[in-house]
């Protein structure tokens, strides 16, 4: 084929390309007008939260409006002294951070084999572990509430972090093994021609490049076990070892006529969570959509 007749067949494509047809603007504009909606229905809850803990009791104008008299920081104060809301973040973070820690080494330990050896027994084993991800954590309560206390673990940071470890392990293993499938197992075999052994391998080679699904992990576990009730309201049941979730609910129905103390709590207890969700954001995606391609 000659030049003039390529840079024919060139012109044309792009003059096509350019030629197709646009999504009309008024799709585009309802597109985005729906998408300012859902955020703004997320923001709203978020919104009143605020406006509510920046004002004092006596202020008594619509939740929609923003406090005109100033912030009103005794709220703050309030959910610090009575409400022992600064103890219980400290306790959810001991309890959240070693659980993520754990979730995220046992996750990618147990789904390298069963990504990299798909054989029946490992199948079934995966299998298995997606049928954990469906089970509630309160239907077992009873045996589990049991188990620990015979163990001494009610009211221990230990205990409460197997716990959690074990709630959260399934989901983790599961989105650790879609990712390790994606990866190109070339790498992996250059590794082992060079003399590295299955251990050097997986630490050397494959934990570098979970950085998006291990940000994952780490999102959705932190948030569940720092947001979780239904069981830290057994396991952690003195006042001194209580955990975010019961101790906002706690000060809550102590407080319910105090709607700024309530709110200021909340917002306290969210903080965390939220930084570290901003912080790692820009994995988060990346690790979600892990393994959708295969």
């Not at 954590?137 to 197997?162: C, D, R």
Request: net charge positive; hydrophobic share 55%.
């Amino acid at each position: 084929m000659s030049a003039t007749s390529t840079a024919s067949v060139v012109t044309g494509d792009a003059r096509r390309a350019t030629s197709a047809p646009r999504s009309p603007w008024p799709a585009r504009l309802a597109i985005g007008a729906g998408v300012l909606l859902a955020v703004l229905l997320q923001l709203l809850p978020f919104y009143i939260t605020v406006t509510s803990a920046m004002k004092a009791r006596s202020d008594l104008s619509s939740q929609w409006l923003p406090p005109f008299t100033g912030i009103h920081w005794q709220n703050f104060a309030t959910a610090i002294e009575q409400g022992g809301i600064l103890r219980a973040i400290g306790n959810s973070a001991i309890v959240t951070l070693g659980a993520t820690v754990l979730v995220c080494v046992l996750g990618a330990l147990a789904a390298y084999p069963l990504a990299r050896r798909p054989t029946i027994g490992n199948r079934l084993v995966l299998a298995g572990v997606v049928g954990l991800i469906m089970i509630p954590p309160l239907s077992i309560l009873v045996p589990l509430y049991s188990m620990m206390s015979q163990w001494h673990a009610i009211n221990t940071y230990w205990g409460t972090i197997l716990v959690m470890t074990a709630t959260q392990l399934p989901l983790a293993i599961f989105l650790y093994t879609a990712f390790m499938r994606g990866l190109p197992i070339s790498i992996e075999e250059a590794a082992s021609v060079d003399g590295a052994n299955a251990v050097q391998v997986l630490f050397r080679v494959v934990v570098p490049m979970l950085k998006p699904v291990t940000a994952t992990v780490v999102i959705l576990t932190s948030v569940n076990v720092w947001n979780d009730y239904a069981l830290s309201v057994y396991l952690m049941r003195s006042p001194e070892m209580r955990t975010i979730a019961p101790a906002t609910a706690t000060f809550f129905s102590t407080t319910s006529s105090d709607v700024g103390a309530a709110a200021a709590a909340s917002l306290l207890s969210a903080l965390p969570v939220l930084i570290v969700y901003l912080v790692l954001q820009k994995y988060f995606i990346k690790g979600m959509v892990a393994g959708s391609e295969k």
